[in-house]
């Protein structure tokens, strides 16, 4: 059973980056056929796919974030990262790490971390 664990930051202040990161355990970040993603939630609103990357290093981004996302693994620690650039308050959500099967949906999900976009 995949278990996933967010990590990072909750405050960030207006035009830096925001950095999380998840651990991973019961699998591999490269075993076959699996997906590694995030997923936000916005105060008051519904689920946001911001990306995510395949085992085979395969990258795959909201086309409304694209231009300042990056999602990357770190097999050596079994983790992977995201990276969101030029942060304004609009990026204030509770994030999740998400992990599932190619044409499974997303079955595991991390717990969730806030992070606030305020100076």
């Known amino acids: 059973q995949v278990q996933l664990q967010e990590s990072g930051p909750g405050l960030v202040k207006p035009s830096q980056t925001l950095s999380l990161g998840c651990t991973v355990s019961?699998?591999?970040?490269?075993?076959?056929?699996?997906?590694w993603g995030w997923i936000r939630q916005p105060p008051g609103k519904g689920l946001e796919w911001v990306g995510h990357?395949?085992?085979?290093?395969?990258?795959y981004y909201s086309p409304t974030l694209k231009s300042r996302t990056s999602i990357a693994k770190d097999t050596s620690k079994n983790q992977f990262s995201l990276q969101l650039t030029s942060v304004a308050p609009e990026d204030t959500a509770v994030y999740f790490c998400?992990?599932?099967?190619?044409?499974?949906?997303?079955?595991?999900w991390g717990q969730g971390t806030q992070v606030t976009v305020s100076s």
């Open positions: 019961g699998a591999s970040t490269t075993t076959n056929s699996y997906f």
């Open positions: 990357i395949s085992w085979d290093d395969n990258a």
């Open positions: 998400v992990s599932g099967v190619a044409g499974a949906g997303w079955s595991a």
